[in-house]
């Protein structure tokens, strides 16, 4: 296999990979915003079916976190495995956001932990409600740098290329580039819209459903 070869197949593998990992990642960022206003809801209405969707919910959110977890992995040993140059330079310069998304999503996921197995543990149900909120954090904080990344790789800046070695690095400049704010803000505003959207889709399709089955019934019995 010669280098153009190499480079079109891991082009494809990467764009595979992404593919199938954007779609959990979206929701990972989305659903728990919806989780906290349907448990809102159910507390202000005090309305059981409210609060027995955000369980619901809870427990699909917990598959994709799971799902996204392993594909996430499955494109940092991509990155490594099939593009060394370009990791070279974000070890150098734009390993920053890295590090931090790794530290937003373990506080996503330690938060996301505890919420789901205190369900029946307080007896207010706003104080378990609250846990909420670093688990929406860490996934938005998580969507933001690793986003950046993605932006920086669109306007590269923060460091200077002298005789083929990186100096006068800064890695927040290289973070915060003309491309991340537009990025981050269509990727975090659209996971939101997003996750809205399939939950919306998924209540239509049962109700639907439940309608034609009535139908049914009252046409054969």
């Known amino acids: 296999m010669d280098n153009e070869q190499a480079v079109f197949f891991s082009r494809v593998l990467t764009e595979l990979t992404l593919t199938f990992h954007i779609i959990y990642a979206t929701i990972g960022v989305g659903i728990p915003l919806l989780i906290f206003i349907a448990q809102w809801m159910g507390i202000r209405k ?15 959110y917990v598959i994709t976190v799971a799902v996204g977890v392993v594909t996430g992995t499955v494109i940092g040993l991509q990155l490594n495995l099939l593009w060394p140059t370009f990791m070279q330079l974000a070890g150098h310069v734009i390993a920053l956001p890295l590090f931090m998304e790794t530290f937003a999503f373990f ?14 543990r307080f007896e207010d149900q706003r104080k378990h409600m609250l846990l909420l909120i670093p688990v929406a954090i860490g996934a938005t904080f998580s969507a933001f740098f690793i986003t950046s990344m993605n ?12 005789n083929g070695e990186f100096v006068n690095v800064e890695p927040i400049v290289a973070m915060f580039n003309p491309a991340m704010p537009t990025k981050v803000a269509h990727v975090i505003a659209t996971a939101f819209m997003t996750s809205a959207f399939i939950l919306a889709s998924i209540g239509a399709i049962v109700s639907f459903a439940d309608l034609i089955m009535s139908t049914i019934r009252k046409l054969y019995i």
Not at 46 to 58: M, V
Not at 107 to 120: M, V
Not at 151 to 162: D, S
Request: glycine share 8%; charged share 20%; net charge negative.
């Open 46 to 60: 005090n309305d059981e079916h409210y609060i027995l969707l955000a369980r619901r919910w809870t427990r699909g």
């Open 107 to 120: 506080f996503e996921a330690i938060f996301l932990g505890i919420y789901l197995y205190t369900w029946d």
């Open 151 to 162: 932006a920086f790789m669109n306007a590269p800046q923060g460091f200077e290329l002298q």
